[in-house]
């Protein structure tokens, strides 16, 4: 059994930053990638970033490419979300995610390729 705990959202206003962490535990943290997502009223959710189980490569979506920056702690089994120059579109729920596979060569861009997620944290920018 996983457990993923996400914090560090809130209101903010255009421009502005959020730093987003998902402490994770009961699995081997480190063989595994991460996923961000979000999903706004309406919408589905969507893939936001990605980082790999040792942190040597990450994705984004285009819409947050060279705002937002992925990162990991494997030692404190944690992963954040680096959020800056937020716009009001950001606005969203954000879930961590767990990758199906162990030691992924890729990136998954669906929310099926994550089999456990966070209980999600609510980031609403103001325009």
């Known amino acids: 059994q996983v457990q993923l705990v996400e914090s560090g959202g809130g209101l903010v206003q255009a421009g502005g930053s959020l730093r987003l962490s998902c402490a994770a535990s009961?699995?081997?943290?480190?063989?595994?990638?991460m996923g961000w997502f979000r999903q706004a009223p309406g919408k589905e959710r969507e893939f936001v970033a990605a980082i790999r189980w040792d942190g040597e490569g990450t994705s984004y979506a285009d819409s947050v490419k060279g705002r937002f920056t992925i990162s990991r702690d494997n030692a404190k089994k944690t992963v954040y979300l680096q959020m800056n120059s937020l716009k009001a579109e950001d606005t969203a729920v954000y879930y961590c995610a767990v990758d199906r596979a162990m030691f992924s060569g890729t990136y998954s861009y669906s929310p099926l390729g994550y089999d456990y997620w966070g209980q999600g944290t609510q980031v609403t920018v103001s325009s």
């Open positions: 009961g699995r081997t943290f480190s063989s595994y990638t």
